[in-house]
C-alpha cells in the first residue's frame, strides 16, 4: 500500500499567511531554488528545513500546474466554444463527470454531496445573472450609441470622431 502524504506540514501550518505568500511566488519564479526559498526564511526568521520546503513545494507546484493545465483548457474551450452559456454548459458537464468519477472511486463522501451540488448551482445561477447583465449593458450601449449617431449626424460631427467614441464605448463593455 502506496504511503498518503499529509497535506499540513511546517511552510503551510507555522507561516503567517503574507510569508507563505511570498513563498509562493518564489516557487513559480524562474531560478529560484529550495536553497533560496529557504534563506529568504532565515532572513524573516523562520528555521524551516530544505526538505519541509521541498515537500511543500512539490504540493504547491502540483496544484499550480493543475490550475494552469485547467486554464489552458478553459481558454481553448472559450475559444472553440464562445464565451457565455456555451461555456458555462460545458464546464457543467465536465463537473458532473468529475463528480460521478470521484463517486464511482470512492473519493466522494457522499454527506458532502448536496453541499457541493448546491454551491455548483449557486454558481450557475450567478453565470445566468452575469450573462443577462452582460446582454442588458449590450442593448443600452447599442442604444446610446444609436442615440449618438442621430445626433452628431444633426451636429455635423465627423464619421471619425463617431467610430472613437463606438471603439471605446464598446471597449467598456
Do not use: C, W
Not at 496544484?63 to 485547467?70: A, F, M, N
Not at 460545458?90 to 453541499?115: C, H, N, V, Y
Not at 450567478?126 to 451636429?155: F, G, H, M, W
Amino acid at each position: 500500500m502506496a504511503a498518503v502524504r499529509r497535506k499540513h506540514g511546517r511552510v503551510r501550518d507555522e507561516l503567517p499567511v503574507e510569508i507563505r505568500e511570498q513563498v509562493d511566488r518564489l516557487l513559480i519564479e524562474p531560478g529560484n531554488t529550495y536553497d533560496d526559498i529557504k534563506a529568504f526564511l532565515d532572513e524573516q526568521g523562520f528555521d524551516i528545513s530544505r526538505s519541509a520546503i521541498g515537500r511543500y513545494g512539490q504540493d504547491f507546484l502540483n496544484t499550480y500546474q493543475q490550475l494552469k493545465i485547467i486554464e489552458d483548457k478553459s481558454r481553448v474551450l472559450v475559444s472553440e466554444a464562445g464565451d457565455g452559456m456555451v461555456l458555462e454548459e460545458a464546464t457543467a458537464k465536465m463537473f458532473s463527470q468529475m463528480i460521478l468519477e470521484a463517486q464511482l472511486s470512492g473519493k466522494l463522501d457522499i454527506k458532502k454531496l448536496p453541499r457541493i451540488i448546491s454551491d455548483f448551482a449557486r454558481l450557475q445561477a450567478s453565470s445566468v445573472l452575469r450573462e443577462r447583465l452582460k446582454k442588458e449593458v449590450s442593448k443600452r450601449a447599442d442604444k446610446a450609441l444609436d442615440n449618438i449617431a442621430k445626433k452628431t449626424r444633426k451636429k455635423n460631427i465627423d464619421p471619425e470622431t463617431l467610430k472613437i467614441i463606438k471603439e471605446e464605448i464598446y471597449g467598456i463593455i
